[in-house]
Structure formats: structure tokens, C-alpha cells
């Protein structure tokens, strides 16, 4: 790793940990999205199931951490934090872009420890989809998947932080086509994830087509790279700021694209809570993923990640008591009703949102 990318990534982690460099103005929409409570849940709320499989694996709760970190020191004891507490929970997780350790073996470890402190936890490998356009191909994706044994990869989409950075790499041709051949020869599950700024319906389209099996839709509404680049800026130069915003919204993105493929869609982008997490399940989400949060407890510990991850899954344990259902497929049934900005623009885009209102007889 070059020191320069050595230093992006500390800053990187150093700005979303201070700055937080979250949404403004824009919204993941979750605040769009009610369910419908129920005063008779009739069931047991200790006997409630939270458990679920994603991509042939068992997971007690519907529940990933994002892809956040690899390649400094501070990212070592990050990944630890996670992967150990994923690893007691049962959940999965994504260690950050590899790049780093994929030109610089020495720097392998900084990931290697998540599949150390989590032997047997779901683990998501990453590289950069607009690396495929620069060079990168099969054998950089499978030595990113061998390398943590990972159970899936992720190819993350980031036009948006590429647009902005000064050093940003903005030749995104190609791409899909690289995806594509990624996803027909990798023996492991290729997921494509965006970034913050969300996967519309015509790009969940394409990347169904070209053979991905999953879509995590990371939409607008939690951390914004946009963000992130203008407080790294410091040349005065105010990049990012008009962008700060940009992209579709999660509960949109999510909709959209579950309306549109087959395959399962993961819901990230500013899920801050368990009933957030409830809702996007309800919206036929197979797993939630939440990163920034995730990063602050992690810095501190173990322990503490333990406890962050153990309250989001507790609080939708109490969603599913109070939308009584007994178990995650009772919940993607779960009637909601959808307003404000995501009514607006998923009327707008021409999808159903009717059918969830309707679920259920009365
Ligand atoms: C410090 C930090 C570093 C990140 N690095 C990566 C990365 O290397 N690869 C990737 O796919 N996503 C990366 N992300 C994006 C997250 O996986 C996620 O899509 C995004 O933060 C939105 O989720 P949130 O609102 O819960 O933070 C990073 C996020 C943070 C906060």
C-alpha cells in the first residue's frame, strides 16, 4: 500500500468516527415506513425465532455489519472488534476494500485477523468494482476471497466518492461486464453492494442478469462518502458538498430493487435501529447491514460491539413481538403502510406500494 493510500484510509475511519460524515438533508425513509401494530400479538416474545439462512448459511438474526476497514494498525484492532463479536452472536460481516493487502502482503494480516477471531461467522470479502476497470480481474477476486476464506465477495460501486476525491478513478466502463465474469467463475457467491448512494431498479436489473447473487443496496441516508471526502479536502477546494445528499434513499432503493429481481437484497445505508432493521425486513430485505455505528463501538472493543449489535437485536425481537411474528418469514409478511418522500417516489417510479398495506385479511 502506497502511504498515500495508507492515509486515506486512516482518514477515512478518523473522519467517520469524528465527523461522522452522515446524511444532512437526506433520510434512509425508514421514517416513512410503519407497521402496524398489534395489541393481541398472541405469542410468546421469549419464543420468538430471529434466526434465518442467507446464501446457504444459518444466521441467529438477520443482521450483518458492513464493510468498513483493512490495511492500518487501527483497522486490525477494529476487525478484531467486529469479528469477535459476530463470531459469539452468530452474525456475518464485511472487512473493508483489500486492495490494500492484495498489492502489499505484508499488510494481509490487518484482514486475515477477522477470519482468526471469527472461524466460523459468515465473512464477506471486498474489492472495488472500479478496479475492474483498472486492471483488476478473477485472480485478484479469488486471492481477496482466499485470503480471508471468505463465504462470499463483495464488489462495491462508489462513483460517487470516486467523482469527488481528487485522486478519484472515474473510467466506470466495463465494469458490469467484468461482474459478470467475476460472478460465472468465482467459486464463492458474489454480492454487489453500492456505497451510500443506493441501487435503482435498472441497475438491480442488470446486475441479477449478469449473475451476482445478492444486492446490498447501500443507499443515501447514513454515511456519505460525499461527506467524508470534504472533510479530507483541505486544500480548499469544497468537493463534495453539493453531492453531501445525493442518491436514493434505503427504503427506496430497497423497494425498488426487491420489486425487481429474485435474488435476496440486503438493506443497508443508515439502519440505526432494530425496528429499522424490522422494517426492512417487512420490505422482503433477507439481512440488514449497518457499518457506522458499528465503527464507534468497535474502536472501543470487543465487548462493546457485543453490546451495540446485542440492543439492534433485542429491539427487533420487540418489532416482531409487536407486529406479532413468530419468526423472520412472519415478519416479511408483516403489513406496513408507506408515506412522505417514499410514497412520493416509488408512485412516481411506477412500483406497488399498496400490496404491503394489504397484506394480511381484514
Ligand atoms: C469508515 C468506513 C469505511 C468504509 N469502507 C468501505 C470499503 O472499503 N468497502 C465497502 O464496500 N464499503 C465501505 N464502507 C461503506 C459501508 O460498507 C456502508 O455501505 C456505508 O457506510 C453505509 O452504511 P452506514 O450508513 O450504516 O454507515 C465504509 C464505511 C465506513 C463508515
Redesign the pocket.
Known sequence: MTQETGKRKAD??RI?LERKAQAKKATAGFEDIELVHRALPEVDREKISLSTSFLGKKFSAPLIV????GGTEEATKINASIAQAVENLHLGM?V??QRAAIEDRKLESTYVIARKKAPTAFLIA?IGGVQLAHGYGLKEAKKAVEMIDADAL?I?LNALQEAVQPEGQTNFKGILAQISEIAGELDKPVIV????CGISAEDAKALESAGVKAIDV?GV???SFAAVEYYRSTDGKIMGEAFWDWGIPTAVSLIETAQTVKIPVLA????RSGLDIAKSLALNASLA?????V?EAAVKGAKETQELLSCLIDELRNAMFLVSAQNVDALSKAPLVISGKTAHWLNTRGFNIQKYAQRGAH
Request: with cysteine.
Open positions: 477515512h475511519i467517520c458492513g464493510a468498513m476497514t464485511g473493508g476494500s471486498n463483495a462495491h453492494k453500492e456505497t451510500g447501500g441516508g447514513g454515511t443497508s445505508g443508515g439502519v447491514g449497518v457499518s457506522q455505528p465503527l
